[in-house]
């Protein structure tokens, strides 16, 4: 995601080193792989409502007019099983399930080919949390995403993952097929999990 600078190594996105692209290219290209983050309020504007979070993302990619922009936030927002009295809450008048939908519908506005998912239920309820993920898988399937989906809880990981990535100090360390490594390997430490889809309809 460059969140954060890479010290050393490459990594490639559709065979492009994304390590070494200018600027722009990168700018370009995170139109195409957005993220989910694991707090839902930390990761929204306080200051702005729900509708024009989602708005900004499209705003700053040139999606269109601002009809279409509303056209498409109300219905990446109804897809994620919010309504037009959600999108004019701010942040602190949602709850945490409400925030993380927010969040999901914001990293698919853009009709990304991957999402990164880093721990997006660790903060939530256990009541929410199988709402999350059940929604996450939903979206996954209707727009063929491919999703890496970071977590410790290694129940979610055997529910959701086709592939598990296990990593210790940094370093993957096994890579197998999730029915594999949960039957004849080490234990995991923190898990990449990758689902992929090959037709990608748009919402």
Do not use: W
Not at 69 to 94: M, N, Q, T, W
Not at 190 to 198: E, L, N
């Amino acid at each position: 995601m460059h969140l954060e600078k890479p010290t050393e190594g490459a990594i490639a996105f559709d065979g492009e080193d994304l390590n070494t692209v200018s600027s722009s290219r990168l700018h370009a290209a995170r139109r195409r792989f957005q993220m989910v983050f694991q707090d839902p309020y930390a990761s929204l504007n306080a200051r702005m409502t729900a509708r024009v979070i989602l708005a900004e993302a499209l705003k700053n990619y040139r999606y269109g007019s601002p009809a279409e922009i509303g056209k498409r936030v109300e219905a990446v927002a109804a897809a994620c099983g919010l309504s037009s009295y959600h999108l004019d809450k701010f942040p602190h008048e949602l709850s945490g399930g409400q925030c993380q939908r927010i969040g999901i519908a914001r990293a698919i506005a853009l009709d990304p080919e991957m999402i990164v998912a880093d721990e997006p239920v660790s903060a939530l309820d256990v009541s929410i949390q199988a709402q999350i993920i059940n929604l996450i898988l939903k979206l996954q399937q209707e727009m063929g995403l491919t999703l890496v989906f970071v977590s410790h809880d290694l129940s979610v990981v055997a529910h959701i993952a086709d592939r598990v990535a296990v990593m210790y100090l940094g370093r993957i360390v096994e890579l197998a097929p999730v029915h594999d490594l949960f039957t004849a390997a080490h234990i995991p430490i923190r898990g990449f999990c990758f689902r992929r889809c090959r037709v990608r309809p748009r919402l």
